[in-house]
């Protein structure tokens, strides 16, 4: 469980979630599995067994990034309930300064294979909203070269606001970690609570 959660922590903090460190080296060159900082992470092969069998149903529509994004989420939930934590402060923190996305900004590299060549049936992640996919790719085109090029986590980026939670349930989240958060019933019931409420977002955030 804790693994799966460094590897998605070492993605989001690294590049992105693209999965790069999925990647196995060559004669030619190091991947960044195999690299000093990612040293201490392992269990791959977890998501090797998995992309095989969703492959084997499903060729060519899920990728790692998809894979690792759901199963960090079910692994994530069982750490906050291991130290007492809920769902709801689950969902909460996601959207706080914990998540950097109530404030915060990200960088192309963070979102890019939601907007380009997502899978190998869609070229843009289906869950964006069409418009807002748009934007992102004007902003970050295929072959970026404006080193600090990007996108504001939500539209309030100065602001602790729930405006996060309302743009994740129009399709207008940057990453497929916080999309993962509508794939569950009661996560999906949350986000949807908090959207709702600036108030009932802050008391759960505030809660003791």
Known sequence: MATLIAVLLALLVSSGCEA???LNSTSKNQAEKDGPPNVSLHAFYVIDIAKEEIEAS???VVSCADILAFAARDALQQS????????DDLVALSGTTFG????????CSSFQNRIHNFDTAHDIDPTLHTEFAASLRSVCPM???VKNAGANMDTTPVVFDNAY???LLQGKSLFSSDQALLTNQKTKALVSKYACSQEEFEKAFGRP
């Open 20 to 22: 790069s460190v999925l």
């Open 58 to 60: 499903c060729s060519g």
């Open 80 to 87: 906050f309930a291991q130290r007492g934590l809920s769902l």
């Open 100 to 107: 950097g996305r109530t404030i915060g900004f990200s960088h």
């Open 143 to 145: 072959h970026n070269k």
């Open 165 to 167: 939670f309302k743009l």
